[in-house]
């Protein structure tokens, strides 16, 4: 059994000795514990500090494509050297190294394929109480999803089986933590949670560079995932309400027009034309974004595939 532990990275120079330094070497349930960097466009000497301190395994980018492109492309590589389990975990040394063995617990005795740290929110000091807000509505919105039962979906402190690497896909460029449980709800992967505790900060965070901006992509990411995973009850809730506004206004033109010819009412004529014909060609989007999504369920299947003969691949050439 190999166990990679993966650290996406984009000029973490300073950073990532201490998180490095609490990482295992060993661990029980595991012939080999190696760890992987992303370097994802650093400037600085991320590249060479890792090697300095032991990491055997690089992945660069030229040029900086986001924590979730990171993200995946770490998980390709480790398929590709081999890793029956992945640990993810953040350079800016967030997580406590020391929790890895009940992070990876759960995947070891066969009761889950990834297991989510589940960070104490609520005693987290430098979380703003706008930050905590939007932890809890982000997990919220996974919870109703993806069916699973996440506390803190937003965590990058992470264990994966082998096959749920193999099962995952991002589209979302700004973060993975939400999408790749949603995934896994919908996939039927056994996902759980464990509680996890967290060291002091280091450094500000990078996605929060500030709460509008914040605020603005994590709305952004959660519309997005309703759109993806759920585009049929999306389109049809707004094509539904359209076509109900619009009906209710024709039923009050009808009732004055009835009443005295409708005089003074046309306005309600005309939007309630508008929001009839928008919503009836919105709930016909509906079944057509349902149709794309079983079109992309299939490309995933077929993605998956050939991602596990190229593993096999790998695995034997060695």
Not at 74 to 88: E, S
Not at 100 to 120: F, H, K, T
Not at 121 to 139: C, N, T, V, W, Y
């Amino acid at each position: 059994m190999k166990l990679i532990i993966q650290i996406p990275c984009y000029n973490e120079e300073d950073s990532l000795p201490a998180a490095l330094r609490g990482l295992p070497a060993e661990l029980d349930g595991f012939d080999e514990v190696e760890w992987l960097v992303i370097d994802d466009g650093s400037t600085d000497r991320t590249v060479e500090t890792a090697k300095a301190n032991g990491v055997r395994h690089v992945v660069s980018f030229t040029k900086n494509q986001g924590l979730a492109r990171a993200f995946m492309a770490g998980l390709d590589a480790c398929l590709r050297l081999g890793a029956d389990v992945i640990v993810n975990t953040d350079a800016d040394n967030q997580y406590c190294a020391s929790d890895i063995p009940l992070l990876v617990a759960p995947i070891l005795a066969g009761r889950a394929e990834i297991v989510v740290g589940a960070r104490p929110i609520a005693e987290i000091r430098h979380f703003s109480p706008m930050k905590r807000l939007l932890q809890k509505l982000g997990s919220w919105v996974v919870r109703l999803t993806s069916r699973t039962d996440i506390p803190d979906a937003p965590s990058g402190f992470r264990a994966l089986s082998r096959e749920a690497a193999l099962r995952l896909n991002v589209f979302n460029d700004y973060t993975y933590t939400l999408e790749t449980i949603i995934q896994a709800g919908q996939k039927n992967m056994a996902i759980v949670s464990v509680p996890v505790r967290v060291n002091e900060e280091v450094r500000p965070s990078r996605l929060v560079k500030s709460i509008p901006s914040y605020l603005k992509k994590s709305m952004l990411t959660i519309a997005r995932i309703f759109v993806v995973y759920k585009p049929f009850r999306f389109f049809m809730t707004i094509g539904s309400l359209l076509f109900a506004s619009g009906l209710v206004i024709g039923l009050r033109f009808l009732y004055f027009y009835f009443r005295n010819g409708g005089e003074g009412h046309v306005q309600s004529l005309i939007l309630a034309s508008i929001l009839l014909g928008i919503g009836f060609q919105t709930m016909l989007v509906a079944f057509l974004a349902d149709l794309l999504a079983v079109n992309r369920r299939l490309m995933e299947d077929i993605q998956y595939r050939v991602r596990t003969m190229e593993s096999t691949k790998d695995d034997s050439a060695k």
